[in-house]
T-cell receptor
């Protein structure tokens, strides 16, 4: 069964450093997302991406964050100048795309980011 | 601000019993509703989706939706210890691509 792939599974970085989290969405999906989950808290929406541009973003997704689809398969989340509070599990997700009813989200296994 | 509320639990039920999980949402424009299961340290996994008022059954799972009351529930029949997980309710307004998640209800099925 097709799945969303995320790398790395764990990322440790020093405060102030930049990190890039990588995702390969399911191949025929058109919508891509990043969510994060701080330990013990709820899954929070960061950004959605469609047709090579951001379609929606939350208040969390400020200038520190950026997304990119550098080629036909990868979808990346860049966090500039990381802060301690950026420590969380980051999930990439994808969905088929517009087709009447909102499509279901398929999640990757996540990248656990630890900022020291 | 769109909100999705769930009792955090833990909800403990004996093996074989029915587990009932509830969710309320604030946005009356919400059109699509989803239940995800999340094991500790893992990603959310879709269990059920429901779009119209009433019940939708899939195996041991039944989702119930009441848009007038802004309420959606998940029933798990014949609960198994392997059902022990956090259950997340998610809501979408059918216009955006922002799926809003509730905080989740932790279910514990006791052998």
């Amino acid at each position: 069964e097709p799945e969303v792939t995320q790398t790395p599974s764990h990322q440790v970085t020093q405060m102030g450093q930049e990190v890039i989290l990588r995702c390969v969405p399911i191949s025929n999906h058109l919508y891509f997302y990043w969510y994060r989950q701080i330990l013990g808290q709820k899954v929070e929406f960061l950004v959605s991406f469609y047709n090579n541009e951001i379609s929606e973003k939350s208040e969390i997704f400020d200038d520190q964050f950026s997304v990119e689809r550098p080629d036909g398969s990868n979808f990346t989340l860049k966090i500039r100048s990381t802060k301690l509070e950026d420590s969380a599990m980051y999930f990439c997700a994808s969905s088929v795309g517009p087709g009447g009813l909102p499509e279901k989200l398929f999640f990757g296994s996540g990248t656990q980011l630890s900022v020291l | 601000q769109k909100e999705v509320e769930q009792n955090s639990g833990p909800l403990s039920v004996p093996e074989g019993a029915i587990a009932s999980l509830n969710c309320t949402y604030s946005d009356r424009g919400s059109q699509s509703f989803f239940w995800y299961r999340q094991y500790s340290g893992k990603s959310p996994e879709l269990i059920m989706s429901i779009y119209s008022n009433g019940d939708k059954e899939d195996g041991r799972f039944t989702a119930q939706l009441n848009k007038a009351s802004q309420y959606v529930s998940l029933l798990i029949r014949d609960s198994q210890p392997s059902d022990s997980a956090t259950y997340l309710c998610a809501v979408n307004d059918n216009y955006g691509q922002n799926f809003v998640f509730g905080p989740g209800t932790r279910l514990s099925v006791l052998p």
